[in-house]
């Protein structure tokens, strides 16, 4: 009961604007609602940040507590709703990511299947024609410099890229865009 005392009067001088006031509440609680937290919450790093927003929430609505002597009970419970609203909003963001996997085309497995599907066409296209698709399309060389770098004159080049790219089209059955 003396402690409860003791919070009242620092909750009046509080609201009425001391800082000091308000850290000695914090120094007084904070331990006990951070416990609090760290047993209603899944990890300590969420735990920790529970029992700072209390404090930050508390500090925000303290003008708003009718009986400073009923502080303690007044901060648990600001506790324990931040902690439902926490678990509410990660059961909407868990939804939310569940539903937009389910959404999504698997990406994955179609990456890897048009990789192959290149490359197996690629396989198909003569050793000139490879080479100027990899340099040209590939890594997006400009055409003199991989004509340069294949030893070929730069029409030869410009036409394996040309007809390269023309029958990969053909053999992966892509629009031409």
Known sequence: MQKDMADAALVV?????????????????????????????AN???ADDLAQET?????????????????????????????????????RTRLREDAWQKARPDQTSSAAEKAIALNQALEQLSSDQR??????????WPHGEAAEALN??????????????????????????
């Open 152 to 177: 070929m004159p730069l029409g030869t080049l410009k036409s394996h890229v040309s007809r390269g790219r023309a029958r990969l089209i053909e053999i992966l059955g892509v629009d031409d865009e």
């Open 55 to 91: 404090f930050l929430a508390a500090w925000a609505s303290l003008r708003r507590l009718k009986s400073p002597d009923q502080f303690r009970a007044w901060i648990m419970g600001i506790a324990w709703r931040k902690s439902k609203a926490r678990a509410r909003s990660a059961v």
């Open 44 to 46: 300590t790093d969420e």
């Open 13 to 41: 001088k509080a609201q009425k604007g001391s800082d000091r006031a308000f850290e000695q509440l914090v120094d007084r609680h904070q331990q006990e609602v951070r416990n609090f937290s760290r047993r209603i919450c």
């Open 131 to 140: 080479a100027a698709i990899a340099l040209c399309l590939g890594a997006g």
